[in-house]
Each structure stands twice: as structure tokens, then as C-alpha cells.
């Protein structure tokens, strides 16, 4: 197991995007296995967080058969409490040694853990992003385009974007 | 048992007001019972959420007491997970087999479970609203004709009024 | 409000039964109302808890018709820190001047809370037990004198008793 | 997505062993895909929860990387609430048709849910049990033979026998 | 134990500042003991809540020193129930007579549970303010001024101030 | 801060004794300061976890006052996680290099976390011990003289004895 090298891919996948998609490749390229978490697992039925963790988990493991390294794909509950998040990860996950993310908090703590964290490739922000990917479903435009097919035949069958457009006319009172 | 037809209504209550008191009469013309859920029962001392769930408790139950069917009245904690939110009603109150809501997550909620929901009739949400009558107490302005006389006398014996002036003073730093 | 006397009286009713009855008949001649908290609220299907919440709601509240006083019937789940307790016994309902318990443990959390504890009146504790009757259900015994007819027929229609007879068998591995 | 039947199989896997591999050949055999759900993924380092929920999903990984059809295997936290397990289970896991088990609680959650359990092939639960192979590991006997290779190869490279040792040294005081 | 008067007071100390100073020394000169709860224990790694509640402890310990009162330092987690929260603190601390606060909420809690609630002296807020020190330690302006010497020592040997930056840098998506 | 040597002890001190003297004396000539956990800190109102953190807090600060090194009392709520548990310690106290204890957990976790493990020294633990001690209040014999006079007050001032009493007559049904 020591031989193998392992690295940890920590998305929310709201939904899972073509974006995702050029970051797990080269990351493929560098490790022999790839740990990919589902971040705030518990979360759903949110305009901002309208799948839930087993929906994401069918999404990403159809999205990631085409890689060839091995992949675990691993709902992770968020604990509210950052100084124990990495424990909470690690207790989760096959061992692994090095992080891949861009996010400022979760390399922080990382690294302030010892754990080796490697930045994410460059891949067109603008263009691929779940938050614009959810606003243009709410809007009837197209999406598609933007995810997998894998992915967006799994909306579809789970009716995900009359989900998203209903709970997104819920106001506060 | 069965043939008892039960109807489910969740509001938070902050206060209870006349424009709910609308909306049972309706629905006590369709159904056998009503199940009244409190919810965000664990909030107080809020200034959008300034009672406790017993003090609504008190509140609901003196306001029903005109409708001439049973009711049942039950404090319902949020649970913070949209996917668990229909199980945990379900577990704290007695079988029902209609929801009423306006709001547009319980209704994607129940009607994803396969539990019928009716909409609540319409009432003048403009003038009833717990959000215009919660900023009327803080601003010493008129509040009582918009409740039931019997709220009323809860909410003075109970000084809440000025738990929710105290408690708006709260700032962050 | 002041005016009106009211107890507290906490059980797990699992079930219901008819020394809870003889209780509640005791303590409507001591008070103008009568606050149920139905204890342990969150538990349900284990052989010592085998009713949800819901299901005892409806057990009590049937049960409770005839009783001359007002009664209100509150889920209380468990939170598993004594020292709070109190205050979240408080914070569900409405507010309450002495608690009848015959249970070492909440008549001394109320008398440190500074609250009026009464005893309960005495029954035949042998005979009405929920753990005797509960023991009754699995070994296809007649229990069904020791409920309230309503109970009952609240249980049949469950389909209670088979629940507990499949739940009971679990052990552990 | 429709067309595809998946089963789900829980277990607590304190370890994976020969009976598991036994169950999932047979499953296998009547589903397309096989969703492997880790029970009590929260617990670790006690006597009878020795591993990690990642220490368990790689023993797992490992050993069903011979089945011939596609596998999910997902931690699953205990709720505590036996009414919500269901929904929790569900909101964490690819969509399912079918459940697999012999554990009677399981067996009643589902059922009550109106989902389909199937049970269990047979297989030697003397000679193959988590207990079993806990117990022997303990007391230094040989427990090798009752795991796949690859199972025994990951508990070696945790130290796996050597942290139950030491945990089960603990008493209360 | 009954003759020693002993004052609570509760502050988040993100980071302790020498406002907080002023108001102890003025607190040290009316009571026998103080108790300094460090509120919002749970959180850390966040822009508004940098330091984890060892880091507080640790600040706090340093600079009360010169005080000629004897300190109780208790971490304190947020619990999320306003209801409870009183008995929370009472359930973490030594007994006290009285709270020293300006927090508007805190007070209303406090006095509704019949505990003495004393105002907090005056401090300059403009200039000595957790949010501040906060901002001046991200745009990297001087702060150093508005701390003990001691507690500045502690931040720069964590790195605070670049842990502050790194986490600040975070956005939603 | 580098310099300091810090020393970790956990305990859940129901009641504080002699026996923690003992080993806080053994300690206290080993490391510049010392931090005590209070551990089970949410427990309290229990035949075997009687006294709240609170009280434990002042038991063990009066009794550690003749101490020449500085202390640090920390109460640490369960977690129910063993995985987590280590950060969530760290997390709750100024930094420490090494852990005493004699408990095989807390040894285990702390040693796979990489963190300095230290046995504690021996003490007569038959005279000593907290459930001995606990067993002797109940039944009215002699427990004073196996506690520093300072506690024996801070249980009297408490009424801890009668508390335990009255606890210890709860059972089941």
C-alpha cells in the first residue's frame, strides 16, 4: 500500500462540470489513484446545493470511468468545525499523500496538517462553474454543453432542474 | 384510524396571526384533524425567531380552540438536512395524508416523498406576515388586530416585546 | 395566563397504559391543565422503544378525550446532557408551575432547577409496566387490558406488535 | 438509469471477510450493480469498531475488484434515529431497487419504507463473523485464512492487530 | 465557597485585545474571582473567528497574569439554542453572582434566567475592536498596539496573521 | 512558546482525589506547565459522571493551587468520534508536547497521531479511584479522607452527596 501513491481531488459537484473533468485528468497523470470527496454531503434541495451526496455520487462515477487510475468516491459531511475537518477527511478516505484543491481554506488546513497539497490545473473558470451552471438551469438556458453527457442524462432521469427551479422560488417570511 | 382523514400545516409562528388563523378555517372544512407543526422549534430569542416553541405552543393552542375539529400541535426542530426533513415530520406526528403549504421547498419536499400537498388559500400576506408584525413590535408601532386577542395576552404576559426590543440591539463584532 | 395552574408530566409511554391513566386522573383534579412531554421522542423500532414519536402522540391524545382539563402533548427528544435538561423541557412547552415524576433522576433536575415537584400517585407497577407489556407483545401474551381500548386499536392498525416481534430479533455481530 | 438494477448490502465490515465476499458473489449475480454501504462509519479504535471507515472502504475496494459487475461503496454514519435511517441511507447512495440483508432491524426499516429486501445467502456465520476474527486477532490466533489476501495485506499495513491490542486494554473507571 | 464572589464575563477574543484589559481590571476591582468564557469555542480558521479556542487560552492566560484576581478560563462551544445556553455556561463554570456584559442577547438571557447582569465599563470601540484588529492584521497595518505584548507574541509564533490572510482569500462557488 | 514545555492529563476527576495529586506532583517536576483536561465534560447528574465540568472545574483548580507550575483547565466535551478525538483535544488547549496517561485509548490515539505519550506514574489505585469513591458516598461510609480538603468542601458546598444519592435510585422500565 506505502507503494501506491494516492491523491485527494475535494469537490462539492453541484453539479459535477467538464471543469472537474481537466482537473481530474491531470491529476491522473500524477498519482496512481484518486480519492474524489463529495464535500457537504449532507446537503440538498438548496438552490446552491440542489443534488444530493448519492445523486453526486452517481454523477462523478460515471463522469470518471474513462480515467485510467482507480478512483474512490467518497460523500464527506461537512463538521462545522475546521480544526477537526483534515481528521474528518482522513478518517473517511483511504490513506493518501498529497491534496489537490485551489481553495484557500482547505489548503490552509492541510497544510497547517503536514499533508503535501498540490494546486489544481488551470481550466476556464468563467466558463465552467457550478453557480453558473445552476443560474442558467433555473433560467432555461443551455447547460448541457457544460457537463458530461453521463451527467446530464442523471439530472435528467432524477428531474433535477424542475427541482432546482421550484425550491429557488422558496423567500424567507 | 384510517378513515380518519388528517391534514398537516408547519409555520414558524413568530407570532401566530390572524392570517393563519385563515388558512385552518379553510382547511378544517377538508379534513377530520389537523396536525399543527411549529417549526424551527429550537430558535428563540431571535429577532426573526423571538418565542420559544412552548410559548407558540401556547399561543396556537389558545387561537384553535374556535375550530371545530381536533387538532394536534407539534413543536418540529429543524434538522438541517432537506434529504431527512419529510421523515422527521412524519416520525413526530401522527399519519396524515395532506400537507398544506405555499412555500415552495415543503412542497418539493412532500410532493418527492409521494405525499399529496394542497395548497393554502390565499389571505392578505401583505398585512399578515410574522416578518411586518415582528418589525411593528420593534418599532412601537400597532400589532395587536393583527392577531388573535388570546396571542395577544400570551405575547404581554410573556414581555415580548421587549425581549424582541432588547434583543434587536445585538450587533456583530 | 398567571392564573391558570399547570403540570408537567413526562413518560415515554411505550405504550401508553392504564396506570399511566390512574396518573393523569389524579393529577386533573390538582390542575386547570395538563402539559404531556413524551420523553425520548426520537426513538422508535428498538425493542425497548419501539413507537415512533407520531404513534404516541396519537396514543395519548386519544387516551387523554375524557380527561376534564385541557391537556397539551409534546415530543421531547432526548439530549443527552442532564445539567440542560431542564431548560429544554422549559423551552417546548408552555410554562408549567410543579412536574409530577416518581423518577429520582428528573424529580432531582427540577428540585436543583428550583421547580415544585410532586410525586405521582401510587398503581400497581407490577402489573401496568410498558417493559411488562412490551414483553407481553413479543411472547404473543394478552396485553391488551393493560391499554386503553383506543391504544389499542392505535397499535393493531401499527401493526405494532409484529414490529416488535422483527425488531427484537436483532443481536449483535 | 431506469434500467439498471442496483442492489444495496450493508455491513459493518470490523473486517471484511470470506462470508462478505460470499454474500456479494451471489448478489452479483442478480443485479447490475452493487452499492456496498459501510455501516457505522463514524467509529473507530473500539473493540468491536477496530477500522476506520476509509481503512474499511480500501479493505473493501480491494477485495471486490473481482466481481464482475460495477460497485459504489459509500461510509454511512449512524443517525441514531431508526425513523430517519432510511431517508439517511437513501440521500447518501445512488438510486436502489433492492436491499440485501438478514439483520432484522434492517429488514423492518426497509420493509415499512416499501422497499424490497431480499435476504442473504447462507453462508458458515461460526467459522466467518467480524466477532470471530476480532476475538482470534486479539489473542494472537490465526485469523488470516477468514479474510481475502488483500484484506489481511491492509491490516498489516496499519498495524491493524496491534491497534485492537492495545484499545482493548481500556477499562472503565 | 459562598462568601467568594465571582463575575463572568464572555467574549469571543478574536484576538484578545487591550479593550478587553480595561474592562477585567475594572471587573478584578468588584469581584473576588473571574470566570472568562471564551465564546464561539468550536470555531477557528475563519475570517472572524481566526484562532482556536487553545490559541484564546493561551492569549488570555498571558495577559490576565497581572491581574490580582484569580482567572477561570473556559472555553465555551456555541450550542445553537438560545434557550439553553445559560445553563450551557452555568454547566462549564464555577458558580458566579453576576455577568459583566454590553451584549444586548447575552443580557436578555442572562436576566430572564434571574441571574445580576452588570454593565461592562466604557472602552475606546472605535480602536480597540476584534473586527479591526482583524482587518488591519489582513492588509497588513499595524496592530501590534491595540494587543498585549504577550498575545501579539503568541499570534506572530502560530503565524496568525498569515493564516488570517490565506483564509480570507477563500470565495464561494 | 517554544520553550515552554507543556504536558497534557486527562481525567474525568468524578470526584478529583489524591490519586491525581499523586501524578499531577510526578508531573509537575517534569514540564514548565500543565494542562488538565476535564474529560466527559457534558456529562454530569450520572451515578458514575455526578458532578458538571463546572464543578470539576473548581475542584481541581482549588486543589492544584499548591502546584508551582502553571495550570491550564480545560473541560473537553465526548466527541463519540475516536478519529477526531486528538484534534478536537488540540484544538481546545494551548499547544503540549507530550500526553500522560495510563488509559491504552487515549494512548493508542495519541501515538498514532505522533504525539509524545508519557505513562503516569503509579498510584495505590485501589484506594484511590473515583468509583470506589463514588460507591462510598452512596452507602454512607468514609470518603473524605481520600480527597484533598478542598474538594471534600466544594462537594459539600454542592450538596454532591445527596445528589448522588437521590440519582443512584433511578432504573429503567
Known amino acids: 500500500m506505502e507503494k501506491v501513491c494516492r491523491g485527494l481531488y475535494i469537490g462539492r459537484f453541484q453539479p459535477y462540470h467538464r471543469g472537474h473533468s481537466q482537473v481530474l485528468q491531470v491529476i491522473a497523470e500524477k498519482v496512481d489513484e484518486i480519492i474524489i470527496g463529495i464535500g457537504s454531503a449532507q446537503q440538498s434541495h438548496q438552490t446552491n446545493n440542489p443534488f444530493t451526496a448519492g445523486e453526486r455520487v452517481l454523477m462523478v462515477s460515471q463522469a470518471v470511468e474513462k480515467l485510467n487510475v482507480k478512483t474512490y468516491i467518497i460523500p464527506i459531511e461537512d463538521i462545522h468545525r475546521n480544526s477537526l475537518w483534515v481528521?474528518?477527511?482522513k478518517s473517511l478516505t483511504p490513506p493518501f499523500q498529497v491534496v489537490y484543491s485551489n481553495n484557500p481554506l482547505v489548503m490552509?488546513?492541510?497544510?497547517?496538517?503536514?499533508?503535501?497539497?498540490g494546486g489544481t490545473p488551470?481550466?476556464?473558470?468563467?466558463?465552467?462553474?457550478?453557480?453558473r451552471i445552476r443560474e442558467l438551469m433555473q433560467t432555461d438556458k443551455k447547460w448541457k454543453d457544460l457537463v458530461p453527457k453521463s451527467v446530464a442524462r442523471v439530472i435528467d432521469e432524477i428531474d433535477g432542474v424542475d427541482r432546482l427551479k421550484h425550491i429557488a422560488k422558496t423567500d424567507d417570511s
Chains 1, 2, 3, 4, 5, 6 share one sequence.
Open 87 to 89: 481528521s474528518h477527511v
Open 108 to 117: 490552509e488546513l492541510f497544510c497547517e496538517a503536514g499533508i503535501k497539497v
Open 122 to 131: 488551470l481550466f476556464n473558470r468563467e466558463k465552467y462553474s457550478g453557480k
